[in-house]
C-alpha cells in the first residue's frame, strides 16, 4: 500500500467526537463542530506527513472533537532535527490555515463572518497546542529541550512533572477566565487523563528507548558522552543515566582505578542476561 494512502487509512475517530457530535446537532452547533474537526485534522495531518518524510512508524491518528493525537512509534532514538521538524509540522499549519483563509476572504469565496470563525478557532487551538504540557505540542517541544540537556528517563519525568504543574496553572486560570466553558474542561481532564498515563507508563517508555539502543534500529549518535559511575552502582541506575543521540563510554571507579565499559555491553547484559541489579563493578571482571 502506498505509504500516502496509508495516512487516511491510520485515521481513527474517538468514540467522545460521536457523542459531542450528538450534542452539535441538538443544540444547532454541528457546523462550529465540524469546522474544529477540520482544523485539528489538518493539524494531526501535518504531523503525519512529516513523520512519513523521514520514514518514521505512525501507528494511528487519533481525532477528538476538540483536539488530536498522533501516535507514533517511534522511541527518542531518533535525530533531534527530525523530532524537531515533526513536532512543529502541527503548528505550521494554523500558518497556512490562516493564509489561505485570509486569500479566500479577500477574494469574495469567504463571508466575514466564517472568516472571523476560522480565524477564532484556528488561532485557539494553535494557542492550546502550544501550551508546555504532555501530549500537546508545547510539551513534547520542552521535552526536547530537556533531552538536550540531560538523560532521557530524567528529562521524560521532568517533562511530566512541569506538565502537571502548567495543567494545575491551566484549571486556575479556566476557573477564573472562563468557569463555564465546557469545552475547555474537557481539554483539561483529557490532558490530565494522557499525563497521568504517560507516568504510569515511564517505565516502558524508556525500556523501549533502550531496546532501540541495544537492537541498533536507526540510532544516529551526534557525540560521545562520559559517564562516570561508582563500581557498586547497580547495572539499571547506570541505564537510567543514558541520554539520547550519545554514544556512551562508562567510565566505573573502584578502588582509585578507572576502567571504560561500552554501552554495548551493559545493554547485552541488561536484556539478554538479565543482570540488572548487578553492580556494574562485576561486568569489568566478565568482559
Known sequence: MNKWVAIFMNIHIHPLFWFVALIAVMTAQFQTLLLLFWIVLWHELGHVVAAHMFSWRVKRVLLLPFG????????????????LIVTLAGPFQHIFIFFMA????????LSNEWYQQIIEYNLSILLINLLPIWPLDGGKLMFLYRTARTSFRRAHEQTLYFSFLFLI??????????????NLWIIGLFLAH?????????????????????????TEYRALKRLVVDANDPLFRVLLLFHRGKKHAIIVKKNQMEM????????????HEKRTNEPIGHFIYTY
Open 102 to 109: 485570509y486569500i479566500a476572504h479577500e477574494a469574495n469565496m
Open 169 to 182: 496553572i491551566y484549571f486556575i486560570a479556566l476557573l477564573v477566565v472562563a468557569p463555564a466553558h465546557m
Open 68 to 83: 488530536g493525537v498522533a501516535e507514533i512509534d517511534e522511541h527518542g532514538n531518533r535525530p533531534f532535527h527530525e523530532e
Open 260 to 271: 571504560e565499559l561500552d554501552e554495548n555491553e551493559l545493554l547485552y547484559a541488561y536484556f
Open 194 to 218: 494522557a499525563i497521568w498515563f504517560e507516568w504510569k507508563q515511564r517505565t516502558y517508555v524508556w525500556i523501549r528507548f533502550l531496546l532501540e539502543r541495544y537492537y541498533g534500529k536507526r
